[in-house]
């Protein structure tokens, strides 16, 4: 299906605001597609993608302990479990040769 031209759309536009009887501040707020203002996406190209250095790392002051998350001792035990276990695993593999 084509898609239809911004002309046929402001044709559209203009017939639908002399046809139906709106009041003339209603009529104010129909305009053309062609008349919108473009919106875009991301409108925070222009400014300063630089974060000043603050000295401290992960946001920790220095001299002071990081506070442990709930999901780190988990993920801890998870990751080197199953690397052991791979380890494990690996060693006591049947020799196919």
Do not use: C
Not at 30 to 58: C, I, N
Not at 72 to 81: D, L
Request: aromatic residues 12%.
């Amino acid at each position: 299906m084509p898609l239809p031209r911004s002309v046929a759309l402001t044709r559209v536009a203009n017939l639908i605001s002399q046809s139906s009887p709106l009041a003339a501040s209603q009529r104010a707020a129909v305009r053309a597609f062609s008349q919108s203002t473009a919106r875009k996406a991301a409108d925070h190209a222009h400014e300063d993608h630089y974060d000043p250095p603050s000295g401290w790392l992960f946001g920790v002051k220095p001299g002071e302990k990081a506070e442990k998350e709930g999901w780190e001792t988990v993920w801890v035990w998870g990751f080197f479990g199953s690397l052991g276990l791979g380890v494990v695993a690996y060693a006591f593999k049947p020799d196919t040769s």
